[in-house]
């Protein structure tokens, strides 16, 4: 299995608290992603990294923002979390963008209350 | 804009049945197309990935066939195990210079002992 560890693994916060959630990798790979994952709309890409420092939107990145100073780490932030922000959130890796597959953390569970 | 369609959503077969799974796409200009695996509570392992110039891939019991011309892609599994119970999920890259994975919603698949 690829070395990715999210941190926490499950989290209950209240509405319009900040939030943090780490994705740790061993693997040295440059790309890094975040999902979430709901029922109803399958997996959607929030941001991505493509390196120290270099991070860019996917398809729902409203109300969420990324930062990665360190290879081997990718912050999520959600910095005044909503209802609408409970879900299932995963982190990937891969080594390039097109050609190879990613692997995936074992995701943490966000309840927004 | 992609998008990627699974069906059925759910589907229960006795053990040892050989079972075909279908994942259907509206852009054909992929850059490649993935099969990964859920089980509950985890995250996504990769099981196959084809590049577009290919037209199948095999991994033991598995086989993932890719037509783009007509949008599709199927994943055969043979000999059906009550270990292959989970949810198969199918992921395409689109062609062209972003290429993230825009994924479908899954099938929940049971194998009956």
């Known amino acids: 299995d690829a070395g990715i560890t999210q941190s926490p693994r499950h989290k209950v916060t209240e509405t319009g608290t900040p939030v943090t959630l780490r994705c740790h990798q061993t693997?040295?790979?440059?790309?890094m992603y975040w999902y979430r994952q709901d029922p109803g709309h399958g997996l959607r890409l929030i941001h991505y990294?493509?390196?120290?420092?270099?991070?860019d939107k996917g398809e729902v990145s409203d109300g969420y923002s990324v930062s990665r100073s360190k290879t081997e780490d990718f912050l999520l932030t959600l910095e005044s979390a909503t209802s609408s922000q409970t879900s299932v959130y995963f982190c990937a890796i891969s080594e390039s963008q097109l050609a190879e597959t990613q692997y995936f953390g074992p995701g943490t569970r966000l309840l927004v209350l | 804009k992609q998008e990627v369609t699974q069906i059925p959503a759910a589907l229960s077969v006795p053990e040892g049945e050989n079972l075909v799974l279908n994942c259907s796409f509206t852009d054909s200009a992929i850059y490649n197309l993935q099969w990964f695996r859920q089980d509950p509570g985890k995250g996504l392992t990769s099981l196959l990935l084809i590049q577009s110039s290919q037209r199948e891939q095999t991994s033991g019991r598995l086989n993932a066939s890719l037509d783009k011309s007509s949008g599709r892609s199927t994943l055969y599994i043979a000999a059906s195990q009550p270990g292959d119970s989970a949810t198969y999920l199918c992921a395409v890259r689109p062609g062209g210079s972003q290429g993230n994975l825009i994924f479908g919603k899954g099938t929940k698949l049971s194998v009956k002992p």
């Open positions: 693997e040295n790979h440059r790309y």
């Open positions: 990294s493509y390196g120290v420092k270099d991070t």
